[in-house]
């Protein structure tokens, strides 16, 4: 495989995390953008909605159009092929029209297997394309609703044929006794951040603070203060502090440090309808759920928030104990956890992040109690609980083994082996020197952080969202590592004709790990819990695309350098060829001109530019991986 080839190959292979992790799919359902939660359609290249009549359609079951139901009671709303017509994907939105173009979403959907929710829990949409005939979901009309509710979307027969959606009437949602739970966006007169009293933690509410430049006000990064309701509920107020335009904030009560099996308070900034929206959710692991009965611990009425100047607050009123006829201590419907504030001691998780296409996007900051704090006293916290030693110790040695000692141990051999000719210590070439010791510091980094991270996660652990590939990746990558170092012992002698298919197997295996590998760091960036921020995928993106353009430098180099070698080498064939005729036919002696000082050959200047390349490779890739490993040394 000359220098062209394996250039080929590997920029193929390095540049797969750049435009995989780039790609935008829909397979696992409508994408969260706010285009497609407006219009309802699909993004499938420049397919347009069919214009001929829909096999499919939409009801609202036994409800005729003209009924008013009770804002407590749930529809039972469905799509279904007509004639046993089948589909591959939908998305379902209920909606409130205010005039022929202005809407508000309305009401949650429940998910069945293969759905989930999208556009900030407004609608329900695939996750599978397996083929389906009808589907059923039971729609929950939030509290204090009033009008007419209609049931709009889209369904997917294939890639590019699709129809619009919307039920054949719409639902009258009649007003109820309770009050709704959204809240103001902006603040309301007279409220500024300062309306936070945080003078009197520790005497007549409780609270927890974090980096806080005055301790006697709102001027914290994150916080949260609790008392007692006049309800007989406790009272909270969650503020944090950011440049998002449109922030969320939630608190989980959790009986660890670690995310999974936590009851969380979501507080989302609604910039379309102007609400602060207040959820209850569960962390089932890694992922985050809206519980069936968003409103569950809940007091009607309790809600209110504003965003202004980069803080959020958020006020809400939680049923301290669960209601005396719970069949279960969590209550709830079947399905739902909570954690009620006066059952047990919590420690307190404060999440913030933006509002991305709908949805909550990835975390950008997390605080975490210390201790766990008992919500019925009135005490006083500080402090938050950082990203675990052994998850640093993971990360900053996979970065080190793969970005700089992989990442600079495989190009050795592949263009270094000819600029060096003759050079050794102990008796064995230098790049081979360089190679081998250089690779095994990397296999040794990767062996100690990956049982590092097996330590702490207690076995095999699940992520969520663009994260998810990071944990079979980083097997993969230990199982190749192995496997390489096992073939070169293994491996036959340089004049053996099977030698060949060793180079092959080793030169493979040895670029799948470094991709793996650096595909199993960019993954990790999105690791919520780390709280990374964009900065850090850029590093990333310039790591790549610099070991590619080194590689890129480094092969054209070694070619046309091939091709010169190659020229000179059969010129001096000539000459030498010419030498012998003169002799023969002028066997006098021939005159030489005086001798000049010698110049470095051409073997020395090719060696020397080779080299400065490996010191500005070495130094782009040790300052990248410095970027990260400091970033993840401070989380």
């Not at 285009?35 to 001929?52: A, E, F, K, R």
């Not at 959907?109 to 083929?131: A, D, E, I, R, Y």
């Not at 009197?200 to 001027?219: H, Q, R």
């Not at 097997?475 to 004049?495: E, S, T, W, Y």
Request: hydrophobic residues 35%; charged residues 15%; neutral net charge.
């Amino acid at each position: 495989m000359d220098a062209v080839h394996r250039l080929v190959v590997i920029l193929i292979v390095e540049l797969l995390p750049v435009f995989l992790l780039g790609a935008d799919g829909n397979s696992n359902g409508s994408p969260n953008q706010t285009s497609v939660c407006d219009l309802l359609l699909p993004v499938h290249g420049s397919s347009v909605p069919q214009v001929s009549n829909s096999p499919y359609e939409v009801l609202v079951n036994g409800i005729p159009g003209d009924k008013s139901h009770d804002a407590t009671q749930n529809l039972t709303v469905s799509i279904s092929g007509r004639d046993g017509q089948t589909f591959t994907g939908f998305l379902l939105q209920a909606r409130q029209y205010t005039s022929e173009s202005l809407y508000t979403t309305i009401g949650s959907f429940n998910t069945p297997s293969g759905t989930k929710q999208t556009c900030l829990g407004s609608s329900v949409t695939h996750t599978s394309s397996t083929p389906l005939n009808s589907i059923e979901f039971t729609w929950t009309p939030p509290i204090n609703a009033t009008g007419l509710v209609q049931f709009r979307g889209s369904v997917v027969y294939d890639y590019a044929t699709f129809w619009e959606l919307r039920s054949s009437n719409s639902s009258n949602v009649s007003e109820s006794t309770s009050a709704s739970l959204p809240s103001t966006l902006n603040p309301p007169s007279g409220s500024p951040p300062s309306d936070i009293d945080t003078s009197n933690c520790g005497t007549t509410k409780g609270c927890y603070l974090v980096n806080c430049d005055d301790p006697n006000s709102a001027s914290c990064e994150y916080g949260v203060t609790w008392t007692p309701s006049e309800e007989g509920g406790t009272a909270f107020e969650l503020f944090g502090s950011g440049s998002d335009p449109t922030p969320y904030i939630t608190l989980g009560l959790s009986h660890d440090v670690k995310m999974g099996d936590d009851s969380v308070t979501d507080c989302n900034c609604n910039p379309a309808t102007g609400n602060v929206d207040v959820q209850m959710s569960w962390n089932n692991g890694l992922s985050n759920t809206v519980l069936t009965d968003k409103y569950l611990s809940l007091v009607n009425g309790s809600t209110s928030g504003y965003l202004i100047n980069g803080l959020v607050v958020c006020r809400f009123t939680r049923h301290t104990y669960p209601p005396s006829n719970a069949t279960r201590s969590r209550g709830g419907k079947a399905g739902d956890q909570v954690f009620y504030p006066g059952t047990d001691l919590y420690h307190l998780m404060i999440v913030k992040g933006p509002v991305t296409s709908g949805s909550k996007g990835m975390h950008v900051g997390t605080a975490i109690s210390p201790t766990k704090l008992n919500l019925t006293a009135f005490i006083e916290s500080s402090g938050s609980v950082g990203v675990s030693p052994l998850v640093k110790a993971h990360g900053i040695m996979m970065i080190f083994a793969w970005m700089v000692f992989a990442g600079f141990g495989m190009i050795v051999p592949r263009y270094y082996k000819t600029a060096w000719p003759g050079k050794k210590w102990s008796g064995k070439p230098i790049w081979f020197q360089l190679h081998q010791p250089i690779l095994g510091i990397s296999v040794a980094l990767t062996g100690i952080a990956f049982i590092l991270i097996f330590v702490e996660a207690k076995g095999y652990s699940t992520l969520n969202g663009p994260a998810v590939a990071h944990a079979p990746l980083g097997i993969i990558v230990m199982a190749l590592v192995l496997l390489n170092p096992i073939m070169a012992h293994f491996r036959p002698d340089p004049k053996d004709k099977t030698r060949w298919i060793f180079n092959i197997c080793h030169f493979c295996v040895g670029l799948l790990s470094h991709i793996a590998a650096t595909t199993a760091i960019f993954l990790s960036l999105y690791i919520s819990s780390l709280g990374m921020p964009d900065w850090c995928i850029g590093v990333m993106i310039f790591y790549i695309c610099w070991h590619a353009c080194v590689e890129i430098i480094l092969a054209i180099h070694m070619h046309r350098a091939q091709r010169k070698i190659k020229k000179r080498e059969e010129k001096k064939t000539e000459v030498n060829l010419d030498d012998s005729n003169r002799e023969i036919d002028s066997p006098a002696p021939i005159e030489l001109p005086p001798q000049e000082p010698a110049k470095p050959s051409f073997v020395e200047k090719y060696s020397v530019f080779r080299s400065v390349l490996a010191g500005l490779h070495l130094a782009g890739v040790i300052g990248c991986s410095i970027a990260l490993s400091v970033q993840i040394g401070s989380s």
